[in-house]
């Protein structure tokens, strides 16, 4: 599939690149207080290559309200085509330091499985969060969303991995409606909380070379993912260098 066919492109045109730590600053003030529903995804070099030929998950990326640059390859990518890449807004930085301005809010977390999914919200509520709907990251679509009416919390973290997270997301920003209620998409982000995955060390991530740390440590688990994925993803660089860069910004 060319650039200027795959449905990859449209989002990589979308995301809202966060320049300085002043506008990251009013980002989170914006996601403490939503007018409606709004969901937050983050887009890293994985992201793309999945969705690249996949129109079901590039339209799940683009239903989010905020989309969001993560990692290293997606700097690669805006350097290359002369874009400001701004902000590294990775989710498992952004999602701990947002969840700290917001303990006052009820909290939904839905991901993972047990015993990460308990010991990652027993963590959340001994640094003063309250929880009010949990589920693992394995039931259909519906069960969230019957699980989030009932409890109503005011933000709720999605933590079952790409590309689920963002179908449900997405279901749950259209069952909400004009409801005011925060949705993260968060990955492997309770995990991180539970004490399942160790971070890389700052100096590491400060380069942005925390798949390499995880790779290490996780090589069967990480070797397709990380390895193989970077190799194919720099051909989609490559093809859109060739194409003429990204689209306009609608």
Same mark, same amino acid.
């Given at each position: 599939?060319?650039?200027?066919?795959?449905?990859?492109?449209?989002?990589?045109?979308?995301?809202?690149?966060?320049?300085?730590?002043?506008?990251?600053?009013?980002?989170? #003030?914006?996601?403490? %207080? @939503?007018?409606? $529903?709004?969901?937050? /995804?983050?887009?890293? =070099?994985?992201?793309?290559? &999945?969705?690249?030929?996949?129109?079901?998950?590039?339209?799940?990326?683009?239903?989010?309200?905020?989309?969001?640059?993560?990692?290293?390859?997606?700097?690669?990518?805006?350097?290359?085509?002369?874009?400001?890449?701004?902000?590294?807004?990775?989710?498992?930085?952004?999602?701990?330091?947002?969840?700290?301005?917001?303990?006052?809010?009820?909290?939904?977390?839905?991901?993972?499985?047990?015993?990460?999914?308990?010991?990652?919200?027993?963590?959340?509520?001994?640094?003063?969060?309250?929880?009010?709907?949990? #589920?693992?990251?394995? %039931? @259909?679509?519906? $069960?969230?969303?019957? /699980?989030?009416?009932? =409890?109503?919390?005011?933000? &709720?973290?999605?933590?079952?991995?790409?590309?689920?997270?963002?179908?449900?997301?997405?279901?749950?920003?259209?069952?909400?409606?004009?409801?005011?209620?925060?949705?993260?998409?968060?990955?492997?982000?309770?995990?991180?909380?539970?004490?399942?995955?160790?971070?890389?060390?700052?100096?590491?991530?400060?380069?942005?070379?925390?798949?390499?740390?995880?790779?290490?440590?996780?090589?069967?688990?990480?070797?397709?993912?990380?390895?193989?994925?970077?190799?194919?993803?720099?051909?989609?660089?490559?093809?859109? #260098?060739?194409?003429?860069?990204?689209?306009?910004?609608?």
């Amino acid at each position: 599939m060319t650039a200027t066919s795959s449905p990859a492109i449209k989002l990589l045109s979308q995301i809202d690149l966060i320049p300085d730590e002043l506008s990251k600053d009013a980002l989170f #003030e914006r996601l403490k %207080k @939503p007018q409606t $529903a709004t969901t937050v /995804a983050f887009v890293n =070099a994985h992201a793309v290559n &999945i969705m690249w030929s996949n129109s079901q998950i590039a339209d799940d990326f683009l239903a989010a309200d905020i989309v969001l640059r993560d990692g290293k390859g997606l700097q690669i990518l805006f350097d290359k085509l002369g874009v400001a890449p701004g902000l590294n807004m990775n989710g498992t930085d952004f999602l701990p330091a947002f969840l700290q301005h917001t303990k006052d809010m009820p909290l939904a977390v839905y991901g993972t499985a047990d015993p990460w999914l308990s010991k990652g919200c027993q963590s959340l509520e001994q640094d003063g969060h309250t929880i009010v709907s949990r #589920e693992d990251g394995f %039931k @259909p679509v519906q $069960a969230y969303v019957d /699980a989030a009416l009932d =409890a109503q919390p005011k933000i &709720i973290l999605l933590a079952m991995g790409m590309p689920k997270q963002e179908k449900v997301a997405r279901a749950l920003r259209d069952a909400f409606g004009q409801t005011p209620v925060t949705i993260l998409c968060g990955g492997a982000i309770v995990d991180f909380i539970a004490g399942r995955f160790p971070r890389a060390p700052s100096w590491v991530r400060n380069l942005g070379f925390e798949w390499a740390y995880r790779l290490l440590r996780e090589p069967r688990r990480l070797f397709r993912r990380y390895v193989l994925g970077n190799v194919v993803f720099l051909r989609h660089v490559r093809s859109i #260098e060739r194409a003429g860069g990204l689209p306009p910004r609608d």
